[in-house]
């Protein structure tokens, strides 16, 4: 059931124990589910409960440890041997008594690392400050150091296969949002577009199948479009509304976010004067980013493009992104903003989300795209434009899009 061929794997863990040893860590504990499977492939929704792999500077296979009852899914998802996966049993899980952090401390001392330099995921969602605690408390002679994005920064170059699956990715993001964009109409539910997209999300193509996405689908309408991160509700559809859509097709966990603004009848005059401002700042971006040049670069080439129409962006442009788990499709590492000297190289990816919020409207319009040796490749190929669509229910054939 490996996702990657296994010499991949391995040069994964090949980079990781080379930045491992460049910042003093002899073992790895990683927890973050994302960088659990890129380096050995564990693929399961069990990071509800503690899990991690440690990597061991100067052994050649990783150590998975877990629930015992996720044991056998990842015998089943890595390309480790069976006795590298370790787990704790249930009276661990959701306890006062025990902590699985403790057992883990001792699986580390029995192998002889308790007096080791351990590196820990300080900042991400999965590793708590109890687990920290713990594992301090049961490795009194380890010494800890912060290596929340360690294996976040190797990820940031993807391999061809990697491309190879957000290019499937974005062909479902693709068909997800033709089939909320056809489901917004004066009357329809929210939660209508929602089961829509969902529904595209997982079917996939008659090619590929779909994933579940890190994130839900985000569908803020009306003056919500000033708050980009809420999502939907039971409530109707109406004519003149804006609706903000915003989804990641997923393919092996491997994410393209697409977002784009639908207007329901004729837009503002405000909303169409927003799309083509915010349309020429991602056509001028894009034409600027190849490799060689720094992120901030193209932040700078949005900010000369729309400071002569008096808009002024506060948050970042956009962010690299990939393989992940809930709740978040971003990497964690590179931004599109300013400040931001991380030099461009072929084969990193990026949500690109020029995305503007007031206090009483938005718009979001997003591509997902490819550094190449010479510039971009798009993800996703959807109309790079503000939708308008008709109030009225439109046949199943019909693409709904008026203009």
């Not at 798009?378 to 669509?389: A, D, G, K, N």
Request: proline fraction near 5%.
């Amino acid at each position: 059931m490996l996702t990657f061929d296994i010499l991949e794997y391995q040069e994964r863990l090949k980079r990781t124990k080379e930045s491992m040893e460049r910042q003093g860590i002899e073992v790895l504990l990683i927890t973050d589910p994302a960088n659990m499977n890129y380096l050995s492939g564990y693929d399961a929704w069990s990071f509800y409960v503690h899990q991690m792999l440690v990597v061991i500077l100067d052994e050649p296979q990783p150590i998975w440890i877990g629930r015992l009852m996720d044991a056998n899914g990842a015998k089943s998802t890595t390309w480790m041997y069976d006795e590298k996966i370790l787990a704790y049993p249930d009276y661990y899980v959701h306890s006062d008594v025990y902590h699985p952090m403790a057992y883990i401390a001792e699986m580390l001392k029995q192998m002889g690392h308790g007096k080791r330099t351990i590196g820990v995921e300080m900042d991400q969602y999965y590793f708590s400050a109890k687990a920290y605690i713990k594992l301090q408390e049961n490795l009194p002679d380890a010494s800890f150091k912060d290596a929340t994005s360690l294996v976040n920064w190797i990820r940031i170059i993807k391999s061809d296969q990697e491309i190879e699956f957000m290019r499937r990715a974005g062909k479902i993001a693709e068909n997800a949002m033709q089939a909320g964009v056809s489901t917004i109409h004066n009357g329809s539910r929210e939660c209508d577009a929602a089961a829509s997209i969902y529904y595209e999300l997982v079917k996939g193509t008659e090619e590929f199948g779909g994933d579940y996405p890190s994130i839900v689908p985000m569908l803020p309408t009306g003056e919500n479009t000033s708050a980009p991160h809420l999502t939907w509700s039971d409530q109707h559809f109406e004519e003149g509304n804006a609706v903000i859509v915003e989804l990641a097709g997923c393919y092996k966990r491997y994410h393209v976010p697409l977002a784009r603004t639908v207007s329901i009848g004729q837009p503002t005059e405000r909303l169409e004067r927003l799309a083509d401002i915010v349309r020429e700042g991602i056509e001028n971006v894009l034409a600027r980013a190849k490799p060689g040049i720094y992120l901030e670069e193209l932040e700078e080439a949005w900010r000369e493009s729309t400071k002569k129409y008096g808009i002024e962006k506060e948050s970042r442009l956009g962010y690299s992104t990939g393989v992940n788990y809930p709740p978040d499709w971003g990497e964690h590492t590179a931004s599109i903003r300013k400040g931001d000297q991380t030099v461009l190289q072929p084969n990193m990816t990026f949500h690109f989300i020029p995305g503007l919020w007031f206090d009483n409207d938005g718009i979001e319009m997003s591509e997902t795209f490819r550094v190449t040796e010479d510039g971009v490749e798009m993800f996703t190929h959807y109309p790079r434009e503000l939708i308008i669509q008709s109030p009225y229910h439109l046949p199943d054939d019909s693409k709904g899009i008026i203009s």
